[in-house]
């Protein structure tokens, strides 16, 4: 069964002062790592999609990075407007399914 | 991106009832899905939409508690039957394109009284 576990629940930063979000998953085999971004309200928002360990992929303020057991969503000088939850899912190789397992997110919250 | 529109955007419903949410999409996508998204849960997927034939429901799901249409290729509708509190949550319509990104509506945040 896909697991996909983020860390930490909650992270308060003051306004520049950069971080990182983590999500460990396990699958029988990787077929994407996505994360995205929700406020409150609202759908989720599509951030990135990574597919093999070494992959980067940058947007503005934000880096994500993958391995072979996690990936990370580097938050770089942010801004009250990243405030927001982050959150990682993945789709297995496995089962012939195309849905998405997801982590419960990282909720962020930047302070000014 | 494709833009996905989803009715209603919100509801109070009696327990014991059924409610239909629709999710239209601006362009023609093969792969559809449905999401729950219970209060401090993780989004779970509840169904895949296939256009032509019956959902593909996930572990815990069944097609008389969900059932589900898929007309064509931008449209789909999700029902929840005979709804009790526990059926309050929020509820999410995805599209793919292609392998490499998945998109979500807006939701539908449903209350059962």
């Known amino acids: 069964e896909d697991q996909v576990t983020q860390s930490p629940e909650a992270l308060r930063l003051q306004e520049g002062e950069s971080s990182s979000l983590n999500c460990s998953y396990t699958?029988?085999?990787?077929?994407?790592l996505f994360w995205y971004r929700q406020d409150p309200g609202k759908g989720p928002e599509f951030l990135f999609t990574?597919?093999?360990a070494g992959e980067e992929k940058e947007k503005e303020r934000l880096k994500a990075t993958l391995t072979k057991k996690e990936s990370f969503l580097h938050i770089t000088a942010p801004k009250p407007e990243d405030s927001a939850t982050y959150l990682c899912?993945?789709?297995?190789?496995?089962?012939?399914?195309?849905?998405?397992?997801f982590g419960k997110g990282t909720h962020l919250i930047i302070q000014p | 991106s494709a833009v996905i529109s989803q009715k209603p955007s919100r509801d109070i419903c009696q327990r014991g009832t059924s409610l239909t949410i629709q999710c239209q999409v601006d362009?023609?996508?093969?792969?559809m899905f449905w999401y729950r998204q219970q209060p401090g849960q993780s989004l779970t997927l509840i169904a895949t939409?296939?256009?032509?034939?019956?959902?593909?429901?996930e572990s815990g799901f069944v097609i008389d508690k969900f059932p589900i249409s898929r007309p064509n290729l931008t449209f789909s509708t999700l029902t929840v039957s005979n709804m009790s509190p526990e059926d309050s949550s929020i509820y999410l319509c995805?599209?793919?394109?292609?392998?490499?990104?998945?998109?979500f509506g807006q939701g539908t945040r449903l209350t059962v009284v």
């Open positions: 899912a993945v789709r297995d190789s496995g089962g012939g399914a195309d849905g998405l397992t």
């Open positions: 699958v029988s085999g990787l077929r994407g």
């Open positions: 990574l597919y093999s």
């Open positions: 362009s023609q996508v093969t792969m």
């Open positions: 939409a296939n256009q032509g034939s019956e959902a593909t429901y």
């Open positions: 995805s599209v793919g394109t292609g392998q490499t990104k998945a998109f």
